[in-house]
């Protein structure tokens, strides 16, 4: 080793390793998994950046009905690198989950589905629209995360009612008794839930009957056989 800061570098690597394969166990220090380690921190600090300067931007996937009428749409979040290229979500969320990003990043994309929501509230074609957004579990079980909604249903004006929040079944499972809670005050207020993924999870019917759920949406997997 070159230095003493370089072995303790790799050290803390290899711990974290160990940590992440479920702890009391052992991993020696690997190069080719620090590269990797590196990668997903420089990736992190990207990530940060690109909160800071407005890099990330919704894009509105229509909803239809059987004849083809337009319902609503679901915001799917793009990160818009400076050189131009356009980052889908599987090639970042995962990091941002990991590393607690995904609470801010999670902020950005409601308070912005919610401003665009108020702009189609105030014009007669689209006033009936509806709107779905994904939440993350992680932002999902914020303490803050009623108020915090609340906040921007107050600041945007938006109709709480035409707003559809999208969760995956490993929420509910995690922690069933806290998610129904928050699922139940956030009804009252108005709002509808959305559960993607449908069947690659373990949830049971007899479970999701005690979450007040409005749409499941079937995994595409079920639908190609």
Same mark, same amino acid.
């Given at each position: 080793?070159?230095?003493?800061? $370089?072995? #303790?570098?790799?050290?803390?690597?290899?711990?974290?390793?160990?940590?992440?394969?479920?702890?009391?166990?052992?991993?020696? +220090?690997?190069? !080719?998994?620090?590269?990797?380690?590196?990668?997903?921190?420089?990736?992190?600090?990207?990530?940060?950046? *690109?909160?800071?300067?407005?890099?990330?931007?919704?894009?509105?996937?229509?909803?239809?009905?059987?004849?083809?009428?337009?319902?609503?749409?679901?915001?799917?979040?793009?990160?818009?690198?400076?050189?131009?290229?356009?980052?889908?979500?599987?090639?970042?969320?995962?990091?941002?989950?990991?590393?607690?990003?995904?609470?801010?990043?999670?902020?950005?994309?409601?308070?912005?589905?919610?401003?665009?929501?108020?702009?189609?509230?105030?014009?007669?074609?689209?006033?009936? #629209?509806?709107?779905?957004?994904?939440?993350?579990?992680?932002?999902?079980?914020?303490?803050?995360?009623?108020?915090?909604?609340?906040?921007?249903?107050?600041?945007?004006?938006?109709?709480?009612?035409?707003?559809?929040?999208?969760?995956?079944?490993?929420?509910?499972?995690?922690?069933?008794?806290?998610? *129904? +809670?928050?699922? !139940?005050?956030?009804?009252?207020?108005?709002? $509808?839930?959305?559960?993607?993924?449908?069947?690659?999870?373990?949830?049971?019917?007899?479970?999701?009957?005690?979450?007040?759920?409005?749409?499941?949406?079937?995994? +595409?997997?079920?639908?190609?056989?």
């Amino acid at each position: 080793h070159d230095t003493v800061e $370089s072995t #303790l570098r790799q050290a803390d690597a290899a711990m974290y390793q160990a940590k992440a394969a479920g702890r009391n166990t052992f991993r020696f +220090h690997d190069p !080719a998994v620090q590269a990797a380690w590196s990668a997903r921190a420089e990736l992190e600090g990207s990530l940060r950046r *690109a909160l800071q300067h407005d890099e990330f931007v919704l894009h509105y996937q229509p909803q239809l009905d059987r004849s083809g009428r337009v319902l609503g749409a679901e915001a799917l979040l793009r990160w818009r690198l400076p050189n131009g290229r356009v980052l889908y979500p599987a090639e970042f969320i995962r990091a941002a989950e990991e590393s607690g990003i995904i609470v801010e990043i999670g902020k950005w994309v409601l308070r912005t589905a919610c401003a665009e929501l108020a702009r189609w509230q105030r014009v007669p074609e689209t006033a009936g #629209l509806t709107l779905s957004v994904n939440v993350s579990a992680r932002q999902f079980n914020q303490p803050d995360f009623v108020p915090m909604l609340q906040a921007i249903f107050e600041h945007s004006g938006v109709q709480p009612s035409s707003l559809k929040l999208e969760l995956t079944e490993s929420l509910v499972i995690t922690d069933f008794v806290q998610t *129904a +809670h928050t699922m !139940a005050t956030l009804k009252r207020r108005g709002l $509808s839930f959305s559960l993607d993924d449908f069947g690659t999870g373990y949830s049971s019917l007899a479970t999701l009957r005690k979450l007040p759920l409005d749409q499941l949406k079937i995994d +595409h997997s079920f639908m190609r056989d």
